[in-house]
């Protein structure tokens, strides 16, 4: 069974064919390493948000419990611009440390 042919189960479950394997990317290796290096990185930056998220719910939530409807709500805007703050400043030091951040998470020495 040739791969890429309608013939081929995945090409079929797909509805297409397969690219050619003979025009692949080449270093497709080292093309997947650093998407996966980037995407460690953008989970870093996320997961503060997924914590003020969570913090969040708690806190309105206990606040509406006690029919403190205008307090709940300052809460979650004072909750949320603290959150966005703290992405907000990951971003900005992952943009200014890229260079070095990718390196610390790769031993390929021809940087």
């Known amino acids: 069974m040739a791969h890429g042919?309608?013939?081929?189960?995945?090409?079929?479950?797909?509805?297409?064919?397969?690219?050619?394997?003979?025009?692949?990317?080449?270093?497709?290796?080292?093309?997947?390493a650093a998407f996966t290096a980037g995407m460690r990185i953008e989970s870093a930056i996320f997961?503060?948000?997924?914590?003020?998220?969570?913090?969040?719910?708690?806190?309105?939530?206990?606040?509406?419990?006690?029919?403190?409807?205008?307090?709940?709500?300052?809460?979650?805007?004072?909750?949320?611009?603290?959150?966005v703050a703290v992405v907000s400043a990951l971003t900005i030091l992952v943009i200014l440390n890229a260079r070095w951040i990718a390196h610390s998470l790769s031993d390929n020495e021809s940087w």
């Open 47 to 83: 997961l503060p948000a997924f914590a003020f998220n969570m913090a969040n719910a708690v806190i309105v939530g206990n606040l509406l419990g006690e029919r403190k409807d205008q307090e709940a709500y300052r809460s979650g805007l004072v909750t949320a611009g603290i959150g």
């Open 5 to 32: 042919t309608a013939s081929d189960p995945v090409a079929t479950q797909l509805g297409r064919p397969l690219p050619d394997p003979e025009h692949a990317p080449e270093h497709n290796v080292e093309i997947l």
